[in-house]
C-alpha cells in the first residue's frame, strides 16, 4: 500500500511539475527599478548569498517571487536531484530541506537560513528601499 502512494504522488509530482514551473515564470512580478549605484552595492550584497531550492517547490516559488521583486541577483542552486548542491546544502547546511539562504557573513562564517517567511523576511530587511 505505501508504494502505490508513494508512486501515487510521484506521478501526481511529474504532472504538475511542468505547470507550477510556467505559472511561476508567467506570474513573475516586475522587479523594482533603483538608481545604477544602488543596484551595484545591492549585487555586491547579494554575492555572499545563495539560494538552495527545488524548481517547482511552491515554498521556493514564493521566495524567487520576491527575490525578482526586489530585483535581487541571487545565485540559484537546484538541490532537487543527488548532486553537488545537495551534498553541499546536507553537509554544511545540516539538513536537506528547501528554500535555503546560504548566508556569508562579512567575517567568513555562514550562516543557513531554512523558512521561505523568514528567508523572504531577511531579505526584505536588508534590501526593501525604504
Not at 7 to 25: C, E, K, N, Q
Not at 49 to 66: D, E, T
Not at 91 to 109: A, K, N, T
Amino acid at each position: 500500500m505505501r508504494i502505490l502512494i508513494r508512486y501515487f504522488f510521484r506521478g501526481v509530482r511529474l504532472v504538475l511539475t511542468p505547470f507550477m514551473i510556467a505559472g511561476s515564470r508567467l506570474m513573475m512580478p516586475k522587479g523594482i527599478e533603483r538608481d545604477p549605484e544602488d543596484q551595484r552595492a545591492v549585487d555586491a550584497q547579494t554575492r555572499r548569498l545563495a539560494l538552495y531550492h527545488y524548481p517547482a517547490c511552491p515554498f521556493c516559488i514564493k521566495v524567487r517571487r520576491v527575490m525578482h521583486r526586489l530585483s535581487l541577483d541571487i545565485e540559484l542552486h537546484n538541490a532537487q536531484g543527488p548532486g553537488e548542491h545537495r551534498e553541499t546544502l546536507r553537509r554544511e547546511g545540516g539538513r536537506v530541506m528547501v528554500p535555503c539562504l546560504r548566508i556569508e557573513q562579512e567575517d567568513g562564517s555562514v550562516r543557513w537560513l531554512y523558512e521561505s517567511d523568514d528567508i523572504i523576511e531577511y531579505l526584505l530587511d536588508h534590501f526593501e528601499p525604504e
